[in-house]
Structure formats: structure tokens, C-alpha cells
């Protein structure tokens, strides 16, 4: 294995599924909040290996949507990292040949997460985790896989909300190096439109959350009282670091599109 690529990691994914040792036990937390698991489907909800932790509301408010609409999915009770955290190395010192070994690890754990799929009788990969999508889609270009807000688009029917909102959509700089594909931002802005009354200030990304200049244009361009991402890594750089007394309510798109329709 290139000297680039954590052995250990490697090894932890594929014992394991995940990539981390401080994520909760998946199953018992699936159960606690009545996600559906491991039964036939023609959807499969690929989440990401650690949003269990990092934003359960917006897992559990997307299995909401989906069951009001009555999309036929499931979850899996072991599912495989992509690999991400694998890449860094390679990509900061520029080496193709470790990038492509990494490339044929991802291949492997994604396929896992396929053959998963296709056993529950699956036709179509949900992903609600972003560092995922361009590594699944360009691991199996050939077949149908599809970030999350294409799916809130098909279940929301239309919506009314008079407010404004600040949409921060990210910039997807380190996803392209995983893979050269982008990131399906359309989708959204169709849920957007969909929603009667909805004014909606984009915030522009020119460079990255989680430098100091990235995370200042994000923090410095909010105007509203409500701030919507689809993107858990910047999510969670302006839950870390708003400011308390902007009173600023910060919510991944699910989380915002369950509050218009249940209230």
C-alpha cells in the first residue's frame, strides 16, 4: 500500500464500516429514532458515516419527509465509509499515484455499500452526506445515484413560507479533488422555487468554510434569522462559530423544509 494511505484506517473501514472510533452504536441509535433499516426498498439512504453524530435532527427530519410522501426506502445497519479522510495526504503532497490507489479503496467500500443495495432490491443510492457523492459518482458513474435535495424535491409537494432565508450552498473545492465531479447544487434551488413566497439571499463561497477568510464572507454576508446548508462540513463551521447574539436559527435543508410543513 502507498506510503500515503493510513493502513490503519484502511483496516478500521473494512472491519468495521467506519472510519472513527467516537461515533455512536448505529443500530441502537437507528432504533431510538425509528429509522427504518436493512428492509426491501426500492431507495437506498446512504447517510454518511458519521452524521448519525454530526447532525441527527437533519437525518431524522429527511426520514420524516420521505415517509409523509411515501418513498419506499431504508437505511443500512452497516454502512461503509467512503474513504474521504484517506485522500488528504495525497492530495497535499500531489501524488497521483497515491490518489489512485485511493480511488480503488473508495471503488471497494462503495461497492459494499452497492451490493447492500441491490440485495434489498434497491434501483436508486440516496446520499445525504456530500464528501460521498462525488466519490460514489464517480466510482459507479453507471449507476443511479443522487444527492438528497433531488428527493426532498420529488417529496415536498408545494410549500408556503413568507421569510427570508440565507442560503450558504459551499464550495466543494476539496470534493472535486476527491473526484471530478460536481456536486448536484440544482436540486436545491428547484426546492427553493417550489416554496410560495420564499425570498432566499445566496451567499457566495470563494473560498472555503474552514479557512479564516471563508468563514468570515459566510459570517459576514448573513441577513436573515434563519440560515439553511446542505453541506454538514460548513453546517457545522456556522453552528461552531455564529456568534450567539445574532440569534441566527442554522439548519441543514431538511430540518427547514419539515418546519414548513409541519407547522
Given at each position: ?7 490503519k484506517m484502511?483496516e478500521t473501514i473494512?472491519?468495521?464500516?467506519h472510519t472513527f472510533?467516537?461515533?455512536p452504536?448505529r443500530?441502537e441509535t437507528?432504533?431510538?429514532m ?15 458515516c458519521?452524521?448519525?453524530k454530526?447532525?441527527?435532527?437533519a437525518v431524522?427530519?429527511?426520514a ?5 410522501a411515501g ?10 465509509c467512503?474513504?474521504?479522510?484517506l485522500?488528504?495526504?495525497?492530495i ?7 490518489m489512485e490507489?485511493?480511488?480503488?479503496l473508495?471503488?471497494e467500500?462503495v461497492?459494499?455499500n452497492i451490493?447492500q443495495a441491490?440485495?434489498?432490491g434497491?434501483?436508486?443510492?440516496i446520499?445525504f ?5 462525488p ?12 444527492y438528497?435535495?433531488e428527493?426532498?424535491?420529488?417529496s415536498?409537494g408545494?410549500l408556503?413560507?413568507?421569510q427570508q432565508i440565507d ?9 472535486r479533488?476527491?473526484?471530478?465531479v ?9 426546492v427553493?422555487?417550489?416554496?410560495k413566497?420564499l425570498s432566499?439571499?445566496?451567499i457566495s463561497a470563494p473560498s472555503?468554510c474552514f ?7 459566510m459570517?459576514?454576508h448573513?441577513?436573515?434569522?434563519t440560515?439553511v446548508?446542505?453541506c454538514t ?5 456556522a453552528v ?13 435543508l431538511?430540518e427547514f ?6 407547522a
Amino acid at each position: 500500500m502507498h506510503p500515503l494511505i493510513d493502513t490503519k484506517m484502511v483496516e478500521t473501514i473494512r472491519a468495521l464500516g467506519h472510519t472513527f472510533d467516537n461515533l455512536p452504536e448505529r443500530i441502537e441509535t437507528m432504533k431510538a429514532m425509528n429509522l427504518p433499516f436493512d428492509r426491501p426498498a426500492e431507495n437506498v439512504v446512504i447517510m454518511g458515516c458519521q452524521n448519525l453524530k454530526m447532525v441527527p435532527n437533519a437525518v431524522e427530519k429527511f426520514a420524516r419527509i420521505l415517509e409523509r410522501a411515501g418513498v419506499d426506502f431504508t437505511f443500512l445497519s452497516k454502512e461503509y465509509c467512503c474513504g474521504n479522510y484517506l485522500y488528504r495526504p495525497a492530495i497535499k503532497a500531489k501524488d497521483e499515484t497515491a490518489m489512485e490507489e485511493c480511488h480503488t479503496l473508495s471503488k471497494e467500500f462503495v461497492g459494499n455499500n452497492i451490493e447492500q443495495a441491490k440485495k434489498l432490491g434497491a434501483n436508486r443510492i440516496i446520499l445525504f452526506c456530500s464528501p460521498c457523492y462525488p466519490i460514489y459518482k464517480f466510482a459507479f458513474p453507471e449507476e443511479n445515484i443522487i444527492y438528497f435535495p433531488e428527493v426532498l424535491l420529488e417529496s415536498m409537494g408545494t410549500l408556503e413560507c413568507n421569510q427570508q432565508i440565507d442560503y450558504y450552498a459551499g464550495c466543494y473545492k476539496l470534493h472535486r479533488r476527491f473526484a471530478p465531479v460536481p456536486v448536484d447544487l440544482k436540486s436545491t434551488n428547484q426546492v427553493f422555487d417550489k416554496i410560495k413566497g420564499l425570498s432566499v439571499n445566496r451567499i457566495s463561497a470563494p473560498s472555503c468554510c474552514f479557512t479564516p477568510a471563508g468563514l468570515g464572507h459566510m459570517l459576514d454576508h448573513v441577513q436573515a434569522d434563519t440560515m439553511v446548508h446542505i453541506c454538514t462540513g460548513c453546517y457545522s463551521q456556522a453552528v461552531v462559530n455564529m456568534p450567539e447574539d445574532r440569534h441566527v436559527n442554522i439548519m441543514m435543508l431538511p430540518e427547514f423544509i419539515d418546519m414548513i410543513q409541519t407547522a
